[in-house]
Structures are given as structure tokens and as C-alpha cells.
């Protein structure tokens, strides 16, 4: 259904984006962030911070616009250092006429990077928020120190919803090895969404993140059931995804979201449609890796780009005055 034109409706971009190590210049002593200070090998300095969140402003700002000439009202996002990088994200020349604030928290993670929601106040307004932990331990028992899921709820209008934000454990140890470590935390966002339900038995909810699975994944299959619709399932194919590993695409990136937000009769907040934002510009040009995410970094060689990531958002309806 095309509600552009439809003034009985409003329409609301929901986004989630990774942000590709969103890292200040000054060293932090409590984490692992020595790769990006002025003295590493990777040279990480300010006249390079200032470009990167210049340029990802701009990817944020357009996330959406073609559709429904508004940047989101919601943007969760991935490996960020601390608030100070988020401040400067929302301040910077494409979003700081637009009204954004913050959800963040910092989390326990050993390279210090967190999620966060940025939000802008004249469309949503926060009631609660909250990290939520998730509690893994390694191959030795020792707890295995990862991302929070950041819980929002908030009125978008006069629409309660529910949003988590996800960032989870990587696969670097090999795909097999950490997938259960994924299926604790599809198993935490279940519990979550339990203690939500069992307070709002119709919430609206969003689940949203870098899953480090596929949406095929036995942890996305958890975490959706029954009760959640995933529409990235139909996006990731052999020739598109949100980030390419070895010349295959993944589709790591994903906005799931409870079935009422499908449902026609009778519902004035409604899911419209799923998309990843891979323009030409956010593309590697030339070479063995064109059409790849044009990325920051590759090792410790600067190239100046946006993210290893595209970033995915989806298009919401809410009827006016409802």
C-alpha cells in the first residue's frame, strides 16, 4: 500500500546501521581502542574522526528521504566508543538541524564499543531505557565480556512501541564455534520480549541489530518464532547483503518486528517495507571488491570510507490523529 500521498497517514523510517569502530582519538585505558589513537598503525586521527562522522551524517540523513522526504525518526546503531563520538554524530553538518538526541549506555564490551538509539524529539519521546546484559562465559568458564541489548520504550506520535537494540557476538572464532554464544542472546531477546508481552499482551515491538547471523540462521529462527516477522529474509540473496565477507554476502543487519505491525483491519501503526541502503556512493568503485561496502579501513590501510557495513531500514506508517 502507497501511503505518500495519503493524508490520513504519516510515515516513520526505523534504521539500524554499524557503524565500523566509530572511535575518538584519545586513548582509554579501560579498553582495547589502542588501534585507534594517533600513535597507532592505523594513524586514527582527528582530521580522520571529523570525515568519518561527516560522512556518516549524510548516509543517515538520506535513510529513507527518497521515500518519504524525512531522515528517521529512529536510528539504532553499532560500534560506537561512548557518547562523546554520538554527540558529534548528531552534531555533525547533515543531522544537526535535525533534532536528534540519544539512548546510550556504556557497555562491558573488551574493545568498549556499544549500541545506542538516536531519536528525534519531535516525533518520539522516551518513557524507558535500559542495558540489559548478556551473560556468556568463554571455552574456560570465565564470563565472556559482549554488547548490552539496549531496551527502549517510547510514544512515536501516540504509538507505544518496544525497541531493542542488538550488537552480537562476533564470529571471528569461526562460525560453528560461537553460534551458541548467538543463541543466548536470540534467547535473552525471547525472555525480554516475554516480561513485555506479559505486561502488553498486543505491544508493538522491534528487534533490531547486527546479529552476526543470516536472517536463515538457527539464532534469528529462534529469536523470531512465531511472533515476530523478519522481511529481511526476502532481501538477502547471493548478490546483495549488508556487508560481503570472502566475495559472499551476509545479511547481518536486520529489522524484525511483532506480527501486529502487519496487520490491516482495525491497526493505525503499520509496517510498510524492508530495504538496504546500498547506494553507488557507499560502494567501492574499482577493483576486486567493487560493489563491496566502501569501508573505513581494511587492516591497518585507511581508505576513507563510510562502513564495512550498508545499513538497512524499514518504512513505517501511523494514521493521523489516532
Do not use: C
Amino acid at each position: 500500500m502507497d501511503l505518500t500521498s495519503n493524508n490520513e497517514y504519516k510515515q516513520f523510517t526505523i534504521a539500524f546501521y554499524n557503524l565500523e569502530n566509530l572511535f575518538d582519538t584519545v586513548n582509554d585505558n579501560n579498553t582495547l581502542d589502542d588501534d585507534f589513537t594517533e600513535s597507532s598503525d592505523k594513524n586514527w586521527n582527528e582530521k580522520r574522526f571529523r570525515k568519518k562522522v561527516k560522512k556518516l551524517g549524510g548516509v543517515i540523513s538520506q535513510l529513507g528521504y527518497n521515500e518519504i522526504k524525512q531522515s528517521p525518526a529512529l536510528i539504532g546503531v553499532a560500534e560506537v566508543e561512548n557518547r562523546l563520538v554520538l554527540e558529534e554524530l548528531i552534531n555533525s553538518k547533515y543531522l544537526k538541524k535535525k533534532g536528534y538526541n540519544i539512548v546510550h549506555f556504556d557497555s562491558p564490551d573488551e574493545r568498549g564499543i556499544d549500541t545506542a538509539l538516536l531519536y528525534r524529539e519531535e516525533y518520539f519521546k522516551v518513557l524507558h531505557q535500559e542495558a540489559i546484559p548478556l551473560f556468556l562465559n568463554n571455552k574456560y568458564g570465565e564470563r565472556d565480556y559482549t554488547r548490552d541489548i539496549l531496551y527502549v520504550k517510547g510514544h512515536l506520535e501516540k504509538e507505544l512501541v518496544h525497541v531493542l537494540v542488538n550488537h552480537w557476538p562476533s564470529r571471528r572464532a569461526g562460525t560453528n564455534e560461537t553460534s551458541q554464544k548467538r543463541i543466548a542472546a536470540a534467547d535473552k531477546n525471547r525472555a525480554i520480549i516475554s516480561d513485555i508481552i506479559l505486561e502488553e499482551p498486543n505491544a508493538k515491538i522491534i528487534v533490531m541489530g547486527d546479529f552476526n547471523d543470516d536472517p536463515t540462521s538457527k539464532s534469528l529462527q529462534k529469536l523470531s518464532e512465531t511472533d515476530l516477522h523478519n522481511p529481511m529474509e526476502q532481501l538477502h540473496t547471493r548478490y546483495e547483503g549488508s556487508l560481503n565477507y570472502k566475495g559472499s554476502w551476509n545479511l547481518f543487519d536486520q529489522i524484525l518486528m511483532s506480527n501486529n505491525f502487519l496487520q490491516q483491519h482495525g491497526n493505525s501503526f503499520r509496517f510498510q517495507e524492508a530495504k538496504i541502503f546500498n547506494p553507488v556512493e557507499l560502494q567501492e568503485n574499482k577493483g576486486r571488491y567493487k560493489g563491496n561496502p566502501f569501508r573505513t579501513y581494511v587492516g591497518d590501510k585507511y581508505l576513507g570510507g563510510f562502513s564495512d557495513h550498508f545499513p538497512v531500514y524499514s518504512i513505517f506508517s501511523i494514521k493521523n490523529n489516532s
